[in-house]
Structure formats: C-alpha cells, structure tokens
Nanobody
Framework: QVQLVESGGGLVQFGGSLRLSCAAS????????MAWYRQAPGKERELVTA???????NYADSVKGRFTISRDNAKNTVFLQMNSLKPEDTAVYYC??????????WGRGTQVTVSS
C-alpha cells in the first residue's frame, strides 16, 4: 500500500508563496492522476488541482494563474506551487492518488494559513 505524505505548509502573509510537496512511498505512476484537495473550516473538501499520468493538468477557477501542480516521477513526488496567496486559500491541503480501480489514496494533510 502506497503512503502519501504532505509537507511544506505553514503560515504566510497575503500575497506570499508556499510550495507543498507530496511524497509517495511507492511509484506514483500507478496512479491515473494525482491531485491536491483542500478543506477549510466548516466547508467541504474541494478539488484544487490535478495532474494525470500523462501530465495533463486542471485547476479550480479560484486558483488558476496562481497555483501550479507538477510531478517528479523519479522522486515519486508531486508539488503544488502556490503564489499570490489569499486568506481564502487558508485550509488543510491534502494529497490524493487515484487508481484505475477507483480506489483513492489520501495523505494526512498539511495546514496552510494565509494572514491578511
């Protein structure tokens, strides 16, 4: 079973940047796609961005032009570069891996807090 471990969260000021990492304990190419989700207090978990095995990406409208997802298959790691951060980006960010069988793997999350 593959484990996903997020890192890179923290406290940042409005307009700042953070880079999140999601390190997998196994080969990330087993996943059809990998994604970042986030969940703010009192809200449902939402999809932020995803990247397929073929490196096709998609983004939520709220982060387009500010966030970039990328992957390093050799290091079994997925990244989320977040720029121009806003207080509304404050949330716990979760890494997700989606198998063809429909099984999802989740990390435990990393907290991102953006101060105004």
């Amino acid at each position: 079973q593959v484990q996903l471990v997020e890192s890179g969260g923290g406290l940042v000021q409005f307009g700042g940047s953070l880079r999140l990492s999601c390190a997998a304990s196994g080969n990330i190419l087993i996943f059809n796609a990998m994604a970042w989700y986030r969940q703010a207090p009192g809200k449902e978990r939402e999809l932020v961005t995803a990247i397929t095995r073929g490196a096709t990406t998609n983004y939520a409208d709220s982060v387009k032009g500010r966030f970039t997802i990328s992957r390093d298959n050799a290091k079994n790691t997925v990244f989320l570069q977040m720029n121009s951060l806003k207080p509304e980006d404050t949330a716990v960010y979760y890494c997700n891996g989606d198998l063809a069988s429909g099984i999802h793997y989740w990390g435990r999350g990393t907290q991102v807090t953006v101060s105004s």
